[in-house]
């Protein structure tokens, strides 16, 4: 019987025919639902940093260097999970189906967005979000208008000078 059973399996290979595909000499079978890199449109993002907090692997870091922010995303970490792409508020990310990622360079697993910081209407000082953000939040809720172009001290400061205003004080005056 044992002499018998390589000629019954390679019957049952024969009649189930070919399972494989030839790769690379044929396209591999890539379903809708494959997850591969992930494309980031420079002219879409607005460098809020929503992608960031939503990498487990840290493949995309936000670094902030002087009037510059950059979000860096390196391929070598990305478990291809598809957060980034969920959170993205303006939809800057996309997952696409390529896979093939092989390089000799480092260099080609990098890729960088850049953006710039905006100031303070009211002292100048520069602030955490990007003229982008800015103008992306100004465009959805109007009524920010006033605020969303002061830095956090400056508005904490009109703040408190709006709430002393109602209470009949003047900032920087302490209460009796």
Do not use: W
């Amino acid at each position: 019987m044992s002499l018998l059973k390589p000629f019954k399996l390679i019957g049952i290979a024969h009649r189930s025919g070919v399972v494989t595909v030839r790769y690379p000499f044929q396209p591999p079978l890539v379903t809708p639902e494959f997850r591969g890199r992930i494309r980031i449109d420079a002219s879409k993002c607005i460098g809020c940093g929503a992608c960031v907090n939503a990498c487990p692997s840290n493949a995309l870091t936000l670094v902030d260097d002087g009037e510059r922010r950059a979000l860096n995303y390196f391929i070598g970490r990305c478990i291809y999970c598809g957060r980034c792409a969920d959170v993205c508020p303006v939809g800057a990310i996309t997952i696409s189906r390529e896979f093939e990622l092989a390089t000799d360079n480092i260099g080609d697993l990098n890729s960088r967005v850049i953006h710039y910081k905006a100031t303070c209407s009211c002292c100048g000082e520069e602030t955490t979000a990007t003229e982008r953000m800015i103008s992306y939040v100004v465009s959805r809720v109007p009524v920010t208008e006033t605020y969303v172009h002061m830095g956090s001290r400056c508005r904490k400061r009109r703040f408190i000078e709006g709430l002393m205003m109602g209470r009949g004080m003047i900032y920087g005056e302490s209460e009796r």
